[in-house]
DNA sequence: TGCCTAACCGTCCGTTCCGTACTATACGCT
DNA sequence: AGCGTATAGTACGGAACGGACGGTTAGGCA
């Protein structure tokens, strides 16, 4: 019974996604996109179309299974196969992780020249949205069960801002 | 004389190759990836290609020149030309920039189950490494008159990664 | 002088990623 | 029923990525 499936090379990316999966279990591609803004978002932003193109590319691949709902829309639903899981595990067991990436527009302004103080204003206010932002995810995670991974990002999240905060002084 | 340049959307790589350019006057592709090395790399990664398929593409809409190198590989070198100076004065003038973006496959492994503990070591000496090597161009660009941009870029670099470092305890 | 090798420099190309714009469906309200 | 709004999904072109490979140059050494 081989099934015939595309081999795909696993990015970032459909990682993100598998571990998403892996966390709530079934899930449509609209899911997942809520999901991943109220976990991992922060540390690995997706495009929201990336939620619905590749669920696909990972389900071709045997990654994922999907199953059509019965009522309303009909829409796609995704799960782990068994090798979807093995894939995951696999992964998150090696300790090898490629560097963290940061990409600030504004540096980039500050080097072609542009008055640090004029940008930082606005960024220090977006920052204390962020931290809003994450703070809400994290009361709402907290108010159920089974949610500690998210939570888990989150709490870094908000370390994480601060610490610009901090920065930017 | 008006001259038949495509119209593209500069993107922020785009004005990462124009800043450069604009700082350090001709260069090549190569001299164009060694600047960014030792100035915003940290702050806008690009991969080596791009400052080959870049600057083609900003010459054709007419934002660079280009000429020919005299001897040697006759490598094409290229500058500003004033509607590119203009773009990027223009841009760098904007107080609006997009947000800063972070990508951190450490956390989604966490995310997924992984041990924190077991990879904030190498997390760490990578920190130090990057740190080093800023220093390292720190100390070379203080050397020299005209690069207090790639300076104060290289500097940021260097609060950021202690900050990181603050964080991970 | 000529060879060898390492560092330097550049291109090709398939895949992935991204953003924008647009469409469609469900649901609550009057 | 009709309308408005939030929810959900698609299409698509262009940019970005990265790996693999190919060519060039300079310097050391026989």
Redesign the interface.
């Known amino acids: 019974m081989r099934s015939k499936s595309k081999t795909i090379k696993l990015t970032?990316t459909s990682?993100?996604l598998?571990?998403v999966l892996?966390?709530f279990g079934e899930m449509t591609s609209y899911d997942i996109k809520q999901a991943m803004e109220s976990?991992?978002q922060?540390?690995?932003?997706v495009p929201h179309t990336t939620a619905y193109e590749e669920p696909a590319r990972l389900a071709a691949a045997g990654y994922l299974s999907a199953r059509q709902e019965e009522g309303g829309r009909r829409r796609r639903v995704y799960a782990l196969t068994k090798a979807g899981r093995e894939a995951?595990?696999e992964?998150?067991?090696?300790?090898?992780?490629?560097?963290?990436?940061?990409?600030?527009?504004?540096?980039?302004?500050?080097?072609?020249?542009?008055d640090p103080e004029?940008?930082q204003e606005?960024?220090v206010a977006?920052h204390k949205a962020k931290l809003e932002e994450l703070r809400g995810y994290l009361t709402m995670v907290r108010s159920v069960e089974g949610f500690e991974?998210?939570e888990?990002?989150l709490v870094?999240g908000v370390?994480?801002h601060e610490?610009?905060l901090?920065?930017i002084d």
Chains 1, 2 share one sequence.
């Not at 922060?42 to 932003?45: K, L, Q, R, V």
Request: aromatic share 12%; no cysteine; glycine share 6%.
């Open positions: 970032g990682y993100a598998l571990a892996g966390e976990s991992i922060n540390f690995w932003p995951l595990t992964w998150a067991a090696e300790p090898e992780t490629s560097p963290p990436q940061l990409r600030d527009e504004m540096i980039l302004k500050v080097f072609a020249g542009a004029a940008l606005s960024r977006w991974p998210s888990r990002t870094a370390a994480y610490k610009m901090e920065m």
